[in-house]
């Protein structure tokens, strides 16, 4: 596997949970929540692919169970698209499903009252599916 940052986002119509990994690919953790609607998103962005300098981004891709397209798939595909003019590393859309649900549960589980977290379930989601794409990356050689 190849040494550098990755990093994922988990887009969404109000929130965007944005994930990193360490230089080894070894642990994906939360980093931030921005505004989807926010006139300085790009610049925020870009902000952050300055400090952490990515080899990958990672953008969830919503999927229903039966691996149909969801409505929402479009709108992430437009974000990567977005992204990958702000870059020059690849960026890749990888399902989602479930990262959401799964980051609620762990964080009920752990006493968080999902109303009150919505901006770190959002960075949940978006380690899980950093978390899922560093499995990819590792089965891939």
């Known amino acids: 596997m190849q040494r550098g940052r990755r990093i994922a986002f988990d887009y969404g119509d109000v929130r965007i949970g944005v994930a990193v990994c ?7 953790s939360p980093l931030t929540t921005l ?8 610049f925020q962005i870009t902000q952050i692919f300055t400090e952490y300098a990515p080899i ?6 919503p999927s229903h169970m039966d691996g149909r397209e ?11 698209k977005m ?28 006493g968080v009252n999902s109303r009150d977290a ?3 379930i959002d960075q949940a989601a978006a380690v899980a599916i950093l978390s899922f794409a560093l499995e990819i990356e590792k089965k891939q050689g």
Do not use: W
């Open 56 to 61: 990958h981004i990672y953008v969830g891709k």
């Open 35 to 42: 505004k989807a609607t926010d006139n300085r998103l790009q």
């Open 118 to 120: 919505r901006a770190s």
């Open 22 to 28: 360490d230089p080894d690919g070894i642990l994906a």
């Open 70 to 80: 969801s409505e929402s798939a479009a709108k992430a595909s437009t974000f990567a």
């Open 83 to 110: 992204l990958s003019e702000l870059t020059v590393c690849p960026v890749t859309l990888i399902d989602e499903r479930l990262s959401t649900v799964t980051a609620t549960r762990n964080m009920r589980d752990s």
